[in-house]
């Protein structure tokens, strides 16, 4: 109840705008302050014109370096601290990417450096070692020749000062320590006392050794190294942070040479192009900040923190793309300076051994596939995951979750799942049902799944401090909670009030939350019941930026520090293999994540937490999308109206609008604002809102083919201007519109307020069709705007030329019941006539398709001067008479419409069978030929030729 009230009293603070008080900046944390002033001592070294050089030194030339096949160690040594040994290990990986680490060796110190991020992150932590690769050294610099001979890649490694260069036939594409700005902070004693002040000091000497040596020569670190006094123990507010090891922070420097665009980073709301951080007249004055955080009303354009954190950047220029992908879940802080020649980097981490992987490119669907292949594809989800959820902040009864399967069927809207916040537990103790209002969940859950539909229901990882509870007390009991520095089980506060979280980096945790899950354990559950993660950064509310305490400690001994960005990967992971096997016969499971790391997209899909109801927002939006989206997570969608305020009917409509197109499409509001599902407008709203969630619906199967292509190739479900057009410069900065999977599919949101038109930037020689007219924009050979009207009922979504857009147009009140439903095609031509497309289905919820219980097919049109034929062929291995095959043999498609055909079609016919068409010219005021075939009388799992004379 307190805590009701003190949400309610900041809920009502006058202006809604993130307290950035609560939040730190780079000068309030120590490491950041200290490893970030490098930069700045370099800089200044630079304007004055003295020299600034690494302190840092491989193994002289003619060392050499440990080797095993693609692998390669070398010393590594300080100027700043000669005693001091470091290694750093060089491995050529088979994929063609190179893996850098460097430690601290030898260390006379108990502590050890978080060397496991990999393992969590990657599929494998040691991924397939280049059995090709080799290393040469000359003068003092050891090259690495790898990858295949075509790429023509090397690693040039000048080991006096460091610097590490990968290059593509001899041009640089990422430099590793340019300007000297690496560094690793060793691990070093705590000062003691001053020596009055230590009692019985005398006597702890080794003995032995105790011979007094000649003091050495102190090199200079101030050019270097900033004075610090916050080594061992940092105070914030009223928090303070233990740090028992000391400084241990490192430094990474990296510069893209003849690239102007960054992409990456996420999460963060800001532009998809990043802007600088440093510099002149830079765009941010505060690094982008890796520290997931439960931000109250973010900025809507704003380095800080967010809920997710993946260390993964692509630099871009029109002949080649290059990722960095930095292993480390510890407090990130990146700085971006934009120069003439190109843009440089600047990286500081509190914690954990340095390993960073260069994947090569060279294009971005490049990065895509060398991304996948080091963290694994995307989740292949259920189908209806794709569809429409409704959700809020609560549905607060069982007859109330009733009531809105009705109102949706009764407006004509279709919707898949309805969501449960964290009303509907007892005293939010997740998986304990509030009885009093939902009285048999199980009959709830069964009456939703009669309709097709699934429910999602919140459990988040607080855990009710209560003895009566069976999540605490099991987890207390077998010792797997995280744990305070003094080492008693932490505690803190969250929505369930006095709360301990489970340390699910322990695998003692696992196979106990996997029990949680199933039927037997958790008997108010059901199978059509799917879980909603959230608050996993972890939220808490009493702790230090609204999180955890970095000193608090992980299971072996691991401070939280050294882990905090990974922490909620590892609780959806969890969860979702839990929903994954609580039926023998294993099916896909959906887990909802605010929280996300490298690694992420494996489990499921996130949101991107609590935005506001205002223009702003829904603009800034698309960005966000976008960049989650080259990092792998690209299962993501926003709350739709905004999770805080009312916003007005026309932005709500333009929500649902851009909503229709996130790869994740939910409504979600705060418990205080207006009721806003859409059956309880009037028209013309209402039916706004439905005919853009009915033309999510009639585009399912197109959704399909993009995850699909994401779980396959790790491409991302919508792709960014400039990973559609590499080599177009004018579309690097575009991040306002975006394009679904490879269908071809361009839409755009429009998210100002009163627009009546909207300019879409069309980037290449072909022509462009509207989706919702006959009206084409024709090929040009330059960029150019176009203008759309964009009255509220409509919106920019345009079919690029040479694509096959599938389609369902008989809409049902959920998708899971459109399985046998036919097709529609619509064929949109290229400047010669041909297009391209595919279809991909499968049962849309269990592991079928990975053992070939699936139909995929490959759609190609031709044109042959005035004639043209449509075929689909099957693709690669997809056998004829699979069991999904069979039960969807008599889905049929029961429309084609071919836009830009040249001919005057006389006949259209399927095997000499005649079929039924009508043609439209095009006309001079740009619209388009539409032909429409119908009822052609072929089944989508049949080859089959639509010939037109
Ligand atoms: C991490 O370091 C420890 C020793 O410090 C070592 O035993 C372990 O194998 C390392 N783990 C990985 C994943 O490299
Ligand atoms: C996910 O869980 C599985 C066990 O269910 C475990 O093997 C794997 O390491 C986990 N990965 C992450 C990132 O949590
Ligand atoms: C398209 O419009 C944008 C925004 O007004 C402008 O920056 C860009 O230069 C235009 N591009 C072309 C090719 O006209």
């Known amino acids: 109840m307190r805590l009701t009230l003190l949400a309610l009293a900041v809920l009502l603070a006058p202006a809604l705008a993130v307290k950035k008080q609560d939040f730190k900046e780079c000068a309030q944390t120590s490491f950041c302050r200290r490893l970030r002033s490098i930069a700045s001592r370099s800089e200044a070294a630079a304007a004055e014109q003295r020299a600034f050089e690494s302190p840092y030194t491989l193994g002289s030339g003619a060392q050499t370096p440990s080797t095993s096949a693609g692998s390669w160690t070398f010393p590594l040594t300080s100027s700043l601290y000669p005693d001091i040994s470091f290694s750093l290990r060089v491995d050529a990986l088979e994929a063609g990417v190179v893996r850098v680490r460097a430690d601290e060796v030898g260390s006379a110190t108990k502590w050890r450096r978080y060397n496991e991020t990999a393992r969590w992150a990657l599929l494998e932590a040691e991924p397939a070692l280049s059995a090709s690769a080799s290393l040469t050294t000359a003068d003092g610099v050891s090259t690495v020749s790898y990858g295949a001979k075509e790429d023509g890649l090397t690693l040039e490694i000048t080991h006096s000062p460091l610097k590490i260069v990968q290059k593509r036939h001899g041009t640089p594409l990422v430099v590793f320590n340019e300007r000297s700005l690496f560094h690793v902070e060793h691990f070093r004693s705590k000062p003691e006392p001053a020596p009055e002040a230590v009692e019985g000091a005398e006597g702890e000497g080794e003995g032995e050794g105790q011979k007094v040596l000649a003091a050495p020569e102190t090199p200079d670190r101030s050019w270097f190294e900033a004075e610090d006094n916050d080594l061992f123990e940092e105070r914030w507010k009223q928090w303070t942070d233990s740090k028992p090891k000391g400084p241990e922070g490192f430094s990474l420097d990296f510069s893209f040479p003849g690239s102007d665009h960054v992409f990456g980073l996420p999460e963060h709301a800001s532009p998809l192009s990043l802007p600088s951080t440093v510099g002149e007249g830079s765009y941010y004055t505060e690094p982008y900040r890796l520290w997931n955080v439960d931000i109250f009303e973010y900025v809507a354009d704003s380095s800080m923190a967010l809920y997710g954190a993946v260390p993964l950047l692509h630099a871009h220029n029109k002949d080649s793309s290059v990722g960095v992908l930095n292993l480390v879940g510890s407090e990130t802080w990146v700085d971006v300076a934009h120069t003439d020649a190109g843009v440089k980097t600047h990286w500081v981490s509190e914690s954990g051994i340095v390993d960073f992987l260069l994947l090569p490119g060279p294009r971005p669907t490049d990065l895509f596939k060398q ?83 699934k429910m999602v ?26 744990k305070k520095a003094d080492g008693n089980n932490f505690d803190g506060w969250c929505w369930t009030g006095s709360s301990v979280w489970v340390d699910f980096f322990n695998p003692k945790s696992w196979e106990w939350w996997t029990r949680m899950f199933t039927f037997g354990v958790w008997k108010d559950s059901t199978k059509a019941l799917f879980i909603w993660n959230d608050m996993n950064e972890p939220s808490v509310f009493d702790g230090p ?28 992971n969890q969860t979702q293999h839990a929903i994954t096997v609580r039926e023998a016969d294993a099916k896909r499971p959906f887990v909802l ?83 806003r599902e859409p059956y309880l407008f009037d028209e ?157 289905l499968d049962d849309g919820e269990g592991y079928g398709f990975e053992s070939g219980e699936y139909v995929h097919r490959a759609l190609s049109f031709k044109s042959k001067g005035y004639a043209g034929s449509l075929a689909s062929t099957k693709t690669g291995d997809n056998a004829a008479d699979n069991a999904w095959a069979k039960k969807i043999a008599h889905v049929g498609v029961e429309r084609v419409v071919v836009l830009g055909f040249r001919g005057l079609p006389s006949s259209v016919t399927v095997g000499g069978k005649e079929a039924e068409f009508e043609f439209k010219v095009a006309n001079k005021g740009g619209e388009s030929s539409v032909l429409v075939i119908k009822n052609p009388g072929v089944k989508v799992v049949d080859d089959w030729v639509i010939e037109i004379a």
């Open 371 to 453: 991304y996948a292949e080091l963290t694994g594809p995307a989740q292949m989800p259920p189908q209806f995951a794709t569809a429409y959820h409704q959700c809020r902040w609560n549905y607060n009864t069982q007859a109330e979750v009733i009531e809105v399967q009705d109102k949706f069927d009764e407006v004509d809207i279709p919707l898949d799942v309805t969501w449960l916040d964290i009303e509907y537990a007892e005293e939010h103790r997740y998986f304990d049902w509030d009885k009093k209002n939902f009285p048999d969940p199980v009959k709830m859950q069964d009456e939703v799944a009669s309709k097709g539909r």
């Open 457 to 482: 229901a919140i459990v988040d990882p607080h855990v009710k401090k209560q003895d009566s509870f069976r999540i605490y007390t099991d987890s207390r009991d077998q010792d797997i909670l995280i």
């Open 545 to 572: 930026e609204i999180t955890m305490p970095k000193d608090n400690i992980h299971v072996g001994g691991w401070e939280h520090r050294d882990v905090h960005n990974i922490n909620g990967m590892m609780f959806h």
């Open 684 to 840: 013309p709203i209402r039916g706004y809102i439905r005919d853009a969630i009915r033309l999510r619906y009639q585009l399912l199967p197109t959704w399909y083919n993009a995850f699909h292509d994401a779980a396959t190739h790790g491409y991302p479900v919508i792709w960014p201007q400039y990973a559609y057009f590499p080599e177009d410069e004018g579309g690097f900065a575009v991040d306002d519109q975006y394009y679904v999977g490879d269908s071809g599919l361009l839409f755009k949101p429009v998210v100002t307020e009163g627009a009546t038109t909207t300019d879409v930037y069309l980037a290449d020689n072909q022509p462009y069709y509207d989706y919702f007219s006959d009206r084409v924009f024709p090929a040009s050979a330059k960029p150019r705007n176009v203008t759309i009207d964009t009255p509220l009922e409509s919106f920019p979504l345009l079919v690029q030329g040479g694509h096959i857009v599938p389609s369902r147009q008989r809409v049902r009140r959920a998708s899971t019941l459109m399985w046998q439903d036919p097709f529609s095609l619509v064929v949109a031509l290229d400047r010669d006539g041909n297009a391209q497309g595919q279809l991909y």
């Open 593 to 675: 994540s605010r929280s996300f790391f490298a690694g992420s997209h494996r489990y499921g899909a996130i949101w991107i937490g609590d935005n506001l109801g205002t223009w702003d927002h829904l603009a800034g939006e698309t960005a966000v999308f976008l960049s989650n989206s080259i990092a792998g997570m690209s299962f993501v969608g926003s709350d739709v109206g905004g999770f805080f305020g009312n916003p007005s009917h026309e932005i709500l409509v333009r929500w649902y609008q851009a909503g229709a197109f996130m790869p994740f499409f939910r409504a979600h509001a705060h418990i205080d604002t207006k009721r």
